[in-house]
């Protein structure tokens, strides 16, 4: 239905949405522990904004600027997962949500590396 006429009406995509498709697509990535439990440093970008821990996204006349902040396992390549993160993040916003994605900032914050057991030598 490509050639029927727009319906009146006005569609809004919450920038808190956009922040859940950040979180979700980071943590679904291979060699992300968990996102880091601090806010990312705000962007003096205009726009609206949303923030969750370790996110943020901002909404600016139809385009999508994002930051994630990401503890990482320690056989990750971190300059790989990083750039993972940039693609899978792009492409998750522009293929749901349909905005145009004009910047995906990654920070890696640590690296988790698992507790020995006390019977480890």
């Not at 806010?39 to 969750?52: D, I, N, V």
């Not at 385009?63 to 300059?79: D, E, F, G, K, Y």
């Not at 522009?94 to 019977?119: K, M, N, Q, Y």
Request: glycine residues 4%; proline residues 8%.
């Amino acid at each position: 239905m490509t050639d029927a006429a727009p319906i009146p009406g006005q569609v809004t995509i919450a920038p808190r949405v956009l922040t859940t498709i950040v979180r979700q697509t980071a943590l679904q990535t291979e060699g992300v522990q968990r996102l880091a439990h601090k806010p990312p440093r705000r962007s003096h970008m205009p726009g609206k904004r949303a923030h969750a821990p370790g996110v943020e996204v901002i909404l600016h006349e139809g385009a999508v600027h994002a930051s994630v902040h990401v503890i990482t396992s320690p056989n990750a390549n971190m300059l790989t997962l990083a750039q993972t993160l940039q693609n899978e993040i792009a492409h998750a916003i522009e293929h749901i949500v349909g905005l145009r994605v004009t910047s995906v900032d990654v920070t890696i914050d640590d690296v988790h590396f698992p507790a020995r057991s006390a019977t480890q030598p």
